[in-house]
């Protein structure tokens, strides 16, 4: 089963707004990462948050950790026409004694000029 | 630095025929971990290999096999090719064994057709 669920699946903005996506994942982790992966090609590493870690920035994102609701949240803020993608988090989880990555269907973000 | 890099980019196989697809990870870079992106099941781990041995695997038959070289160069292979094997399949590769603390980076995938 799929460990990272993000919400919404579609997301629609005017350019220079704010986008937020979550990501919710069912149990302990290690670490979630956030990619982006434009259509057709491969994903990008956007961020990786520790399960120790409450907040990290990057640029114009900002990802948050709560471990508490087993959710993190991803906001790329003053949005451009090239934030258009899709994202995924991906939380670190330990599988028959391995760590890896579990893939959501991800959040498809267009940004309207 | 040069990033994960994928070959082909875009292949397009007959029913029943084989396919090997290439990785080369980010150097210095020992594990390789192969992925399938569809759009009905997202994206599924299939395994991950470190130090030339499988560490991980994903709940894939076994027409899809792979091996990592000494250099820890990788490559997958899927033989017995059925339509519903049409995908974007994804290597990443990262540091260190598994997603323990280690970032992860993709390459830009190869694009199999079956026809």
């Known amino acids: 089963s799929q460990q990272g669920e993000e919400d919404p699946q579609a997301l629609s903005i005017q350019e220079g707004e704010n986008a937020t996506m979550n990501c919710s994942y069912k149990?302990?982790?290690?670490?979630l990462q956030w990619y982006r992966q434009n259509s057709g090609r491969g994903l990008v590493h956007l961020i990786l948050i520790r399960s120790n870690e409450r907040e990290k920035h990057s640029g114009r994102l900002r990802v948050t950790l709560d471990t508490s609701k087993k959710s993190s949240s991803l906001l790329i803020t003053a949005s451009r026409a090239a934030d258009t993608a899709s994202y995924f988090c991906?939380?670190?989880?330990?599988?028959?004694?391995?760590?890896?990555?579990?893939f959501g269907q991800g959040t498809r973000l267009t940004i309207n000029p | 630095k040069a990033g994960v890099t994928q070959t082909p980019r875009y292949l397009i196989k007959t029913r029943g025929q084989q396919v090997t697809l290439s990785c080369s990870p980010i150097?210095?870079?020992?594990?390789v971990s192969w992925y399938q992106q569809t759009p009905g099941q997202g994206l599924q781990f299939l395994f991950e290999y470190f130090s030339e041995t499988q560490r991980n695997k994903g709940n894939f038959p076994g027409r899809f096999s792979g091996r990592q070289f000494s250099n820890s160069r990788s490559e997958m292979n899927v033989s017995t090719l059925e339509l519903g094997d049409s995908a974007l399949y994804l290597c990443?590769?990262?540091?260190?064994?598994?997603?323990?603390?280690?970032?992860?980076?993709f390459g830009e995938g190869s694009w199999l057709t079956v026809v």
């Open positions: 991906a939380p670190a989880q330990r599988v028959q004694g391995a760590q890896k990555l579990v």
């Open positions: 990443a590769s990262s540091l260190g064994q598994g997603a323990s603390g280690n970032t992860i980076y």
């Open positions: 149990t302990s982790i290690n670490n």
């Open positions: 150097s210095g870079h020992r594990s």
